[in-house]
Structures are given as C-alpha cells and as structure tokens.
C-alpha cells in the first residue's frame, strides 16, 4: 500500500455503511473526476470542456462535498472505490 492510499484510507472511510450517501456524482462531475485522475490542470481541464477556471472550481468543490474529501487525489481515490462496490 502506498502512502497516497494510506493516507486517503486514514480519511476517508473505505467501509460500505461510512461512504458518504450522496455520491450520485452528474455527468459532468464525473467528467471532471475523469479528467482529474490523469493529471490534467484546471485549465486544460477548462478547456477542453469550454468553461470557465471559476464554473470548474464550482464543479470540483461540490465533487468534494458529495464525496467528503479534501482534495484531487482523495476525490479519484473515492469514485474508484465506489465504483468497485
């Protein structure tokens, strides 16, 4: 186990009954995760979906609140979990 992992198990929870229970990510949200885990920035993320840094910021901060994380890496590391269950 790597230390990202470690490090996203110790905050967010892995367990079925712990996830968060909004996770009903939209399809653009779920574009946006996409883009995120590989390694695209803001702006060519921006970009390539022909909107705004401040409409993604918007994105990304509600895909941080449905998925209670903190940050990018912890956000892919969640979609990848609950697509696993």
């Not at 229970?21 to 022909?50: D, F, M, Q, R, W």
């Amino acid at each position: 186990m790597t230390n990202i992992e470690s490090d996203h198990k110790n905050k967010v929870s892995t367990s079925k009954d712990k996830l968060p229970t909004n996770t009903s990510l939209t399809p653009k949200e779920k574009e946006v995760v996409a883009l995120l885990a590989k390694g695209h920035s803001y702006a060519e993320i921006s970009n390539h979906l022909s909107i705004t840094k401040n409409t993604l910021k918007t994105h990304i901060k509600r895909i941080y609140k449905k998925l209670k994380v903190r940050n990018r890496t912890q956000a892919i590391l969640a979609v990848q979990e609950i697509n696993q269950l």
